[in-house]
């Protein structure tokens, strides 16, 4: 899918969305839509993607401004029709203050649900054969965490608002798969005080997130490891997960 296909990610200025936008520029892309908040960040990431043919189209734009979202996935469906749209971008909370919470809810569900929606709706008119959705969420979504609270109730709003529209959009030939990465070199890890077991290079990352969307994977969560740890913890009961999540390392 990745030869020729017009492609737009949100949060394209650093982490996963960076890498994400490079992987497919350098694989054949043909035109790769890309927003960020950060003017300088943003042209320096279309330059570099550019050098490798790509046609790009940068715009500085805040995916919590729902009507400019909308404006901004027409504008580029009707430049090129669009294959696969990348909900990606988010941000960490920090601490629990009710402004850090308030902005952690905005861009981490609002920002997904502007990108969400009118990309369903643009997908249900088009005709290309290749309709993909591909959203954010983290393996913090799989159960609560007492270190980031907010954040990994973001995460899970994401993880099952997709796993449910996965099955609702099958009958309108659109794909979408769920992306819970564990630990990945962004500015948000940057900041991190506590252990980040099999950490991960972004642009590693961005090589299986291709991969498993190119592979129609309706989940795709790495490292096994911590995939398998979130899901067998998710599956505990209250008393047992309780105790195991009450002793993880707090944050500085």
Known sequence: MIKNANILITGATSGI??????????NGAAHLFICGRDKTRLADIKQRCEQYGTKVYAELLDVTDSESMRKWIEKSNQTAPLNLVVANAGVSTGEE?????????QTNVCGVVNTVLPTIELYKRSTVSEKHLAMLSSIAG????PTAPSYSASKAFVKTWGEALRLSLKKDDIKVSVICPGFV???ITDKNTCPMPFFMEAPRAAQII???????????????PLRFSAWLMS????????????????KV
């Open 17 to 26: 969305g960076e890498a994400l936008a490079l992987y497919y520029a350098q």
């Open 97 to 105: 203050t009710e402004p850090n919470v308030r902005n952690t809810v």
């Open 142 to 145: 799989y159960h609560g965490l």
């Open 185 to 187: 070199r962004s500015r």
């Open 210 to 224: 291709a991969q498993g969307i190119d592979k129609n994977k309706g989940i795709i969560s790495f490292p096994w």
């Open 235 to 250: 599956c505990l009961p209250n008393v047992l997960s309780d105790l195991i999540y009450g002793n993880l390392p707090k």
